[in-house]
């Protein structure tokens, strides 16, 4: 056995993601270990939408050639020793689309992996291929199959999964789990074998890091035993999917194949999407891939026993452990969606949230199945505003909007009359106040028991650069469906006159909050940078300008903005410890990658230079080969060297990103404008 090291440290930095289009997932590290509870390569959705429970934790292969074996895999244990130490072996390890490929070094042999999820499926292949041997080798691999049946959240203990266990003939082996649904595991080129034993006090330093149970125990089902060879993949697939029960036994050529015309499709389609625009760089291709990760069907209404529940569309907030918010939808579907060349999936996004909207409000969490929508949000139904502005500036469906009109408009007649939680129209200037105490309503919401970190009680500024924006964008969907516009145009006049009193009368940007309990809030955080991103902004270039200039000296990070300057008393440079601590630092200094699209817009808005603004993008293509590799991290420490925390992959960090990165190309090469 040996302690943990350096290069150990290198390999589990780095995470791989890869998911399947109904919010399942798989994950690990590059090294082949666990570090969090949520690594497992099938967590698969077992009760749609949100139901997702681990199945398969690891699939541990072992090379044997001759008398020679080379463990394919590491493990951490409890003691803090590392056994076995297979990341030592890793010649290379690399992306291809989206599906994680290790190359594996064993003396004179090299053997290449290749891990994948179908899209639509509860599934997961593991696949090994021989790239290089000797003449006289006949190498063989012996894969543990490591299995679990508990929600995606919890840790595993001895004894919690006791599966029956059967075999149909060589090379498929079930696991019928205790509510009646099974896991099956197919070998291919390989023969299959029940040994059942726990292996228990597995370590995950993540989960420690995090304040969370870090110790966890797996079962051990079986083995699978196959040959090696040059010309085909060989390896283990595993599903919960029914259509197994076809008898058919899919093939891995055909399966690996599928995976990769699709990634080729989502590129092709954005490509085109984005004709005008002769270089699309690799990283940004990487974003389309890391976009599309996002994208999930989810059954809506009740089922009957006649006729499923009908089908939806949505976006997972981050992986793994968000489901699907109604901020965070809306603040991505232009990035996910439109950049993306897709705006049919956007259409059906935005039609099954609009379903959800109830006196003027959109759900903060978007309900699971049986669930309650909870409704503590005062922006998600403002942004969705946005969000249909952006998608009808994209496809010029007139029909759609002449649908969903008087929805908007309930919304906008709610927030002038009042609505939920003291969210309202003040009539003395025209601007929303929100907030009571207790409840935490804008998007940054960390809240610990009963304390609320960052209440924001009052007149939020960027909740005011919505409502302007809304109401704006509110008169040009009149006029376009031939209704009055004047009403929304006079709403919209007035409050570009109240939110003249966010502007400090030092001339450094505006406040963060007015008429707030404690008078007007002059901390210096990130939210005023909406009042110059939106495409409709309120603010006189001069102000417009300073906003930009405080943002970039006191908040700009290279991966995002900080969302409370570093001077502030309160400040937090760093997001780490148990939940009370991590929460005291979300949105107390910490670095949101969502918003460096913002703010890179914003800029080109003050300066007119598109590629100087676009190269506040530049960082970015380093981060997707760090972390989550390909993919874009929630959040970042707010003192150097700004390390990636939160989730490993966030919908809106791509989203806005890769959205800010389309728009200032267009106007780049002289194929577009971003602002009125």
């Known amino acids: 056995m040996t302690k943990p090291s350096a290069e150990l440290d290198r390999a589990e930095h780095h995470e791989w993601w890869i998911t399947n289009g109904r919010g399942g997932y798989a994950a690990g590290t590059v090294a082949g270990s666990l570090t969090r509870g949520y690594h497992g390569l099938l967590t698969a959705t077992i009760d749609p939408p949100l139901g997702r429970r681990l199945q398969v934790a690891k699939l541990d292969a072992t090379l044997i050639d001759g008398e020679r074996h080379w463990p394919l895999f590491t493990n951490r244990w409890a003691d803090g020793c590392v056994e076995p130490d297979g990341h030592s072996l890793i010649d290379s390890f690399r992306l291809d689309g989206r599906m994680p490929v290790w190359s594996w070094a064993c003396g004179d042999l090299l053997v290449e992996q290749r891990i994948w999820m179908p899209p639509g499926e509860d599934s997961v292949w593991s696949v090994y291929r021989l790239v290089q041997g000797r003449t006289d080798a006949a190498p063989r691999l012996r894969i543990a199959l490591l299995l679990a049946d508990r929600d995606h959240h919890h840790i595993g203990h001895r004894g919690d999964f006791d599966p029956i266990l059967t075999l149909d003939g060589d090379a498929r082996l079930t696991a019928r789990c205790a509510d009646g649904h099974d896991i099956h595991l197919m070998a291919f080129g390989a023969r299959m074998r029940i040994d059942r034993a726990w292996i228990e006090r597995f370590d995950l330093p993540i989960e420690r890091e995090r304040g969370l149970p870090d110790r966890q125990d797996l079962l051990r089902v079986g083995?699978?035993?196959?040959?090696?060879?040059?010309?085909?993949?060989?390896?283990?697939?595993?599903?919960?999917?029914?259509?197994?029960?076809?008898?058919?036994?899919?093939?891995?050529?055909?399966?690996?194949?599928?995976?990769?015309?699709?990634?080729?499709?989502?590129?092709?389609?954005a490509r085109t999407h984005l004709n005008q625009i002769p270089d699309v760089p690799a990283w940004i291709e990487q974003l389309i891939l890391a976009a599309d990760s996002f994208l999930i069907e989810r059954p809506i209404g009740t089922a009957s026993a006649r006729q499923p529940r009908p089908a939806g569309m949505s976006v997972v907030a981050g992986y793994p452990?968000?489901?699907?918010?109604?901020?965070?939808?809306?603040?991505?579907?232009?990035?996910?969606?439109?950049?993306?060349?897709?705006?049919?999936?956007?259409?059906?996004?935005?039609?099954?949230?609009?379903?959800?909207?109830?006196?003027?409000?959109?759900?903060?969490?978007?309900?699971?199945?049986?669930?309650?929508?909870?409704?503590?949000?005062?922006?998600?139904?403002?942004?969705?505003?946005?969000a249909w502005r952006a998608y009808i500036e994209a496809s010029d469906d007139l029909a759609a909007l002449a649908r969903v009109f008087p929805i908007l408009e309930s919304i906008v007649a709610h927030y002038r009359e009042g609505t939920r939680y003291g969210i309202g129209m003040d009539p003395s200037d025209g601007l929303i106040r929100a907030g009571e105490p207790g409840v935490q309503l804008t998007w940054m919401d960390a809240k610990v028991d009963d304390w609320v970190v960052t209440p924001r009680i009052g007149k939020p500024v960027e909740i005011n650069a919505l409502w302007y924006h809304g109401l704006r964008v509110m008169a040009d969907f009149a006029e376009r469906l031939g209704r009055d516009p004047q009403p929304y145009r006079r709403a919209a006049d007035r409050a570009q006159t109240g939110f003249t009193r966010f502007l400090r009368p030092d001339g450094t940007g505006l406040y963060d909050v007015i008429d707030g309990p404690d008078g007007n809030d002059s901390r210096i955080r990130p939210n005023q940078i909406f009042a110059v991103s939106l495409t409709h902004s309120s603010l006189d270039p001069p102000a417009r300008a300073s906003v930009v200039e405080v943002c970039a000296r006191h908040l700009l990070c290279p991966f995002g903005l900080r969302s409370l300057a570093q001077e502030d008393p309160e400040y937090r440079g760093r997001y780490e410890g148990d939940v009370r601590h991590r929460d005291a630092a979300y949105h107390q200094g910490t670095v949101w990658a969502w918003l460096l699209g913002h703010y890179a817009l914003a800029e080109y808005r003050v300066t007119g230079d598109a590629a100087a603004a676009q190269a506040r993008l530049d960082p970015i293509p380093d981060h997707l080969r760090d972390g989550g590799v390909g993919t874009v991290a929630e959040i970042f420490d707010g003192d150097p060297p700004h390390r990636p925390r939160g989730c490993p992959a966030q919908a809106w960090s791509v989203a806005c990103i890769l959205d800010a990165w389309t728009r200032l190309e267009r106007i780049r090469v002289g194929k577009g404008s971003t602002a009125t």
């Open 223 to 269: 083995f699978a035993e196959l040959s090696l060879s040059t010309t085909a993949w060989r390896g283990v697939s595993a599903t919960v999917a029914p259509e197994t029960e076809t008898g058919v036994a899919p093939d891995p050529e055909q399966a690996f194949e599928r995976f990769r015309q699709q990634d080729r499709a989502l590129v092709r389609t």
């Open 321 to 386: 452990w968000f489901g699907d918010w109604g901020r965070d939808t809306m603040i991505a579907l232009p990035g996910l969606t439109l950049a993306t060349g897709r705006p049919e999936i956007a259409r059906r996004i935005l039609e099954t949230f609009a379903g959800f909207v109830d006196r003027g409000m959109l759900p903060n969490r978007f309900p699971g199945a049986g669930e309650t929508p909870v409704y503590n949000t005062v922006d998600a139904a403002l942004w969705s505003i946005d």
